[in-house]
């Protein structure tokens, strides 16, 4: 892709910050917008400090139709990477109403706005929680999507939304891509999964409680049908997942229409497997308390990569050792 510059939404938090400094590493120019809403304008500037590049860093709404004219007025937006959203499985069951306004009518009016501009190049985070239980594992994309949670149903709808927009005009050219568990930091230290308040993710979780500023862990079910009792996942390095967004780039270049990429690494481990990796990365130990199950929790996902590979030629890199080490220096920078 030539010239102009990668609107990146939600760029000062955890993924976007990692994708803008590769962004900026590859050469690309990137505006970061975000409403510092679980994040910070420090995450902003640390993105900076860790591609040692400037960016333009405007804090704005991603519903805010007047503030995103003004960014697209403003720079010459080619492309546009929306990580902007609500992400706590939990909360999403006790604020239905914002999760959906936030991210279901936060995509249509950047969507439309970018219309208007004449920008049809978009990377849309989705989620592997838009499987719900899935049938079987490894997950490929053209599984059932049955969303269990109100998070994954506003994902779902913005997947739903973007579909309904490719069809319409044959112009846009989209990628969704379907995380799996993102953790791990940049190697600088310097950007990591900071989010506001009590992390409700496991490794911030994990990493609180080897720094010392929570008290345990608490795993969430040992009796799953697994081989240690906990539950699996795919863990993917933060990393890994952001060079995913370069490649998706590259993809939409010669393809336009819309496609649909999970990322992941086709591999799972246990929640014990993380803390233990956690443990031997950092020196410190992670005391745990094994709560009952929460609801809607599934035993075992993992991704089927495969048609990423083949695609994009997109592979993750990193093992979970690294992962650990990386999250454990970002960990130790913040508490210095
Ligand atoms: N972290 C994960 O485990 C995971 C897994 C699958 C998908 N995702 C998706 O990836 C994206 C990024 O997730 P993350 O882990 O970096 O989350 P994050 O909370 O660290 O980052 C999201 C950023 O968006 C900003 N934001 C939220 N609502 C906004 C709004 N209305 N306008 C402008 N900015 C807004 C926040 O301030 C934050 O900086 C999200 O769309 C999330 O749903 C995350």
Redesign the pocket.
């Known amino acids: 892709m030539n010239g102009g510059k990668i609107l990146v939404?939600?760029g000062?938090?955890?993924?976007?910050s990692h994708t803008a400094t590769e962004l900026l590493d590859a050469g690309h120019e990137v505006v970061v917008?975000?409403?510092?809403?679980?994040?910070s304008r420090a995450a902003a500037d640390a993105l900076q400090v860790a591609a040692n590049r400037d960016v333009a860093v405007v804090e704005?709404?991603?519903?805010d139709a007047d503030a995103l004219r003004r960014v697209f007025r403003g720079h010459d937006i080619r492309a546009v990477c929306h990580?902007?959203?609500?992400?706590a499985v939990a909360e999403s069951f006790e604020q239905p109403l914002s999760y959906h306004d936030?991210n279901v009518v936060?995509t249509l009016r950047l969507v439309e706005q970018m219309a208007a501009h004449g920008v049809k190049t978009l990377v849309f985070?989705?989620?592997?929680t838009v499987y719900g239980y899935p049938v079987s594992v490894p997950i490929t994309e053209n599984m059932p999507l049955a969303p269990i949670n109100p998070y994954g149903r506003t994902?779902l709808a913005c997947e739903r939304l973007l579909g309904d927009l490719a069809l319409s005009d044959a112009e846009w050219r989209i990628s969704i891509l379907r995380?799996f568990?993102?953790i791990g930091a940049h190697c600088s230290g310097l950007l990591g999964?900071s989010?506001q308040g009590v992390p409700t993710?496991l490794m911030p979780y994990i990493g609180a409680v080897a720094a010392g500023r929570l008290p345990r862990l608490r795993v969430f079910g040992d009796d799953y049908p697994t081989p240690d009792g906990t539950c699996i996942r795919d863990y993917i390095h933060v990393v890994d997942l952001a060079k995913g967004h370069l490649k998706a780039l590259q993809w939409l270049a010669a393809a336009p229409g819309l496609a649909i990429h999970n990322l992941g690494t086709g591999a799972g481990h246990s929640v014990f497997e993380v803390a233990r990796a956690f443990e031997e990365a950092s020196g410190r130990s992670v005391p745990y308390d094994v709560a009952p199950r929460r609801p809607g929790d599934t035993p075992v996902l993992y991704a089927d990569p495969s048609r990423a590979a083949a695609e994009l030629e997109w592979r993750a890199e990193h093992g979970l050792r690294r992962m650990c080490e990386d999250a454990w220096r970002h960990v130790a920078a913040s508490a210095a």
């Not at 000062?12 to 976007?16: D, E, K, L």
């Not at 917008?33 to 679980?38: L, M, Q, V």
């Not at 985070?125 to 592997?128: F, K, T, V, Y």
């Open positions: 939404t939600g000062a938090g955890y993924i976007g917008f975000d409403n510092f809403a679980n994040s704005g709404d991603v519903r990580f902007a959203a609500k992400k936030n936060g985070s989705s989620s592997a994902k995380y568990n993102p999964d989010p993710n």
